[in-house]
Nanobody
Framework: QVQLVESGGGLVQAGGSLRLSCAAS????????MGWFRQAPGKEREVVAA????????YYADSVKGRFTISRDNAKNTVYLQMNSLRPEDTAVYYC???????????????WGQGTQVTVYS
């Protein structure tokens, strides 16, 4: 079955950096668009970034543009989220998702990971 496993979350001071990873299995990774979402306590899940199958197409939420970078390694079946200049408002559970189109991966991915907690303190 399809599995998406996130890692790399943790506790970091404001201004610091973290790199999240999402390892995929059970699917032909290069056929899927990948996305990162986050959900803060009491808030709805929101898309953070998404990437096409070839990395030539990317999308970023306005709140993370210039600070976060999404990338993928199709040979390792892994998608990454490099997060720099972190702010307390970036605190959330971060999830990766997979879908067969960019439109869907930005809204309702077909497959989800279990999430990894990111906490930014000031």
């Amino acid at each position: 079955q399809v599995q998406l496993v996130e890692s790399g979350g943790g506790l970091v001071q404001a201004g610091g950096s973290l790199r999240l990873s999402c390892a995929a299995s059970g699917l032909t990774f290069s056929n899927y668009r990948m996305g990162w979402f986050r959900q803060a306590p009491g808030k709805e899940r929101e898309v953070v970034a998404a990437i096409g199958w070839s990395s030539s197409t990317t999308y970023y939420a306005d709140s993370v543009k210039g600070r976060f970078t999404i990338s993928r390694d199709n040979a390792k079946n892994t998608v990454y989220l490099q997060m720099n200049s972190l702010r307390p408002e970036d605190t959330a559970v971060y999830y990766c998702g997979a879908a067969e189109s960019m439109m869907v991966v930005r809204t309702t991915p077909r497959y989800w990971g279990q999430g990894t907690q990111v906490t930014v303190y000031s």
